[in-house]
């Protein structure tokens, strides 16, 4: 039995011998924790103690709780999946995005009209209230076993100016900067990548580990005039995926002299 000389509650003390014992590898990464009964002997302590000590190590990440399985240590592997965020002009005035061949579609894309809200309006440079076309799209890679929802936001003062747009909203992101860009505009792309905790739904949509975050990338395609076309949020689970770019430098622009 592992005596527990620390200061602080009970569980605490527990929790932090476990967590010494996942962190010096005698608990390997995807390895089942003993049981409760056997935590009590080694700890000397009761149920509710282990329990409350494996709900603040599952609070931490540490632990993921798989339902009639038991406790196991997470797995502290690197993402495998690693999301290529480049985009490439193609012959023909086509654009295209490296690695987009890794996803498939899980069902029908779903398009409907909806509102800005006050972050997405913020986004595209709208008020709150302005309508928008929207796609959803739940895509899958197979090889990594990852889920992303992808969703598409046009406004519809875009769409009225670009026909083919309008009546199909719902086509691919390459396929909408192709349009834009025969519509006359010299295109170019800024993105942000956040995370926070999933909603309930997300959790479940995404198969997600007990407290695992989301990254959110928030991609907006201007125009020639700098303005907000497109509005596109890839969400998927933080322990599946990284993002990837390639970063290359601007030109300064010339300073004028005066005379």
């Known amino acids: ?14 929790a932090a011998a476990i967590r010494e014992a996942i962190l010096s590898g005698e608990f390997a990464p995807e390895s089942l924790l003993p049981s409760e009964a056997q935590l009590m002997a080694r700890y000397g302590v009761s149920r509710p103690t282990v329990r409350n000590a494996i709900a603040a190590l599952r609070a931490e990440g540490l632990i993921d709780v798989r339902h009639g399985k038991g406790s196991f240590v997470r797995s502290d592997g690197q993402p495998t999946l690693a999301l290529d965020r480049r985009i490439q002009h193609a012959p023909g005035g086509r654009f295209v995005m490296p690695g987009g061949d890794i996803w498939s579609e899980a069902e029908e894309p779903s398009v409907y009209r909806t509102r800005t809200t006050k972050a997405t309006g913020r986004l595209l440079d709208l008020g709150e209230e302005e309508e928008l076309f929207c796609c959803d799209r739940l895509l899958i890679a197979p090889t990594a076993a990852a889920a992303a929802m992808h969703r598409t936001l046009v406004p519809f003062e875009v769409a009225e100016k670009v ?10 992101p390459t396929d909408l900067y192709e349009l834009l860009a025969k519509a006359g505009h010299k295109l170019w792309w800024s993105e942000t990548v956040g995370a926070r905790m999933p909603v309930p739904d997300e959790r479940s949509m995404f198969q997600l580990p007990d407290a695992t975050p989301i990254l959110h990338l928030s991609r907006i395609t201007h125009g ?30 010339t300073r004028r002299r005066h005379t």
């Open 1 to 14: 039995m592992t005596e527990i000389q620390r200061p602080g509650a009970l569980y605490q003390q527990v």
């Open 163 to 172: 026909p083919a747009l309008a009546e199909d909203p719902g086509q691919q």
């Open 224 to 253: 020639t005039d700098d303005r907000p076309l497109i509005l596109e949020e890839l969400r998927i689970g933080a322990d599946r995926a990284e993002a990837a770019y390639r970063i290359t430098a601007d030109k300064q622009p």
